[in-house]
């Protein structure tokens, strides 16, 4: 199950290592990996085991390595990760815009009277009083109204 | 890189972490590879060492001439530990036995 996948996983976590490592050490660790494996260890935790070993290769100084590689290594993870999260960012807004369709599901919004089991149950009489939602109670409702309506087949 | 280990009996293993200090153990019963280090390790102190985990600490070994890799066999690189490796083991056991049998004495002082 996945396993060429995983073995492809754990040949990707050995290509993070410095060359200098991969020239000594990768023939090496590619097989005890494929050892590993056979035994019955999970390619993931021994993926995830080269992987941790392979920062630690890059973010450890050696007595060869300047100082300036690491700093360079750092600030490029460094980057990498304020990219993801800008990324991250800017894609919620656009899929609460994409899913939040007034037009087309009107039955399923907040104030619609045609699905909204958790209120209509509860005897609040929110479910027909609009969309309003002037109040800090009725604002809460209306969120309970958001999950109960996007269960129903719209 | 060498290390200062004086008849004084610095315990140089006492920074170098666990899996260091097991290797050297392991490697004290005979030169050994990665695969049957993972092994030996596992039947001695039922600790699974993740490869990277051990490539990390041989590196380390070597460095401070604890350890030293044998002609490979086939892809497989031996290790043995040296002479440095073997005193540097018995002052950090040593120190162990000493902690352990202070706390061992404190435990029984205080009746826990």
């Given at each position: 199950m996945g396993g060429p996948r995983m073995t492809r996983l754990v040949a990707v976590a050995l290509r993070c290592y410095p060359a200098r490592w991969r020239r000594r050490h990768g023939d090496e660790a590619a097989e005890l990996a494929a050892l590993l494996i056979r035994d019955g260890a999970a390619p993931c935790s021994i993926a995830m085991s080269y992987l941790a070993g392979a920062a630690r290769e890059w973010l450890v100084p050696r007595?060869?390595?300047?100082l300036s590689t690491v700093t360079c290594v750092l600030l490029v993870a460094a980057c990498s990760v304020g990219a993801s999260a800008g990324l991250l960012a800017s894609a919620v807004p656009a899929r609460a815009a994409s899913t939040g369709n007034p037009g087309g599901h009107?039955?399923?919004?907040?104030?619609?009277?045609?699905?909204?089991p958790g209120l209509a149950g509860q005897g609040t009489?929110?479910?027909?009083?609009?969309?309003?939602?002037?109040t800090p109670a009725t604002g809460r409702s209306q969120v309970i109204v958001w999950a109960a309506g996007h269960g129903q087949p719209c | 890189m060498s290390i200062r280990n004086d008849g004084a009996g610095q315990d140089v293993l006492r920074r170098v972490g666990e899996a260091s200090v097991l290797i050297l153990i392991s490697l004290a019963g005979g030169p050994k590879h990665g695969y049957a280090l993972i092994q030996d390790i596992k039947e001695l102190a039922g600790v699974e060492l993740g490869p990277g985990t051990l490539y990390g600490a041989l590196d380390r070994l070597e460095r401070l001439d604890l350890i030293e890799s044998l002609p490979a066999d086939d892809r497989r690189h031996p290790y043995r530990i040296t002479a440095p490796g073997a005193e540097a083991l018995r002052v950090h056991l040593d120190s162990l036995e000493r902690v352990s049998a202070a706390g061992r004495l404190r435990l029984r002082l205080s009746g826990i």
């Open positions: 007595p060869g390595r300047r009107a039955h399923c919004l907040p104030g619609s009277s045609a699905h909204a009489g929110f479910a027909g009083q609009g969309t309003g939602g002037a | -």
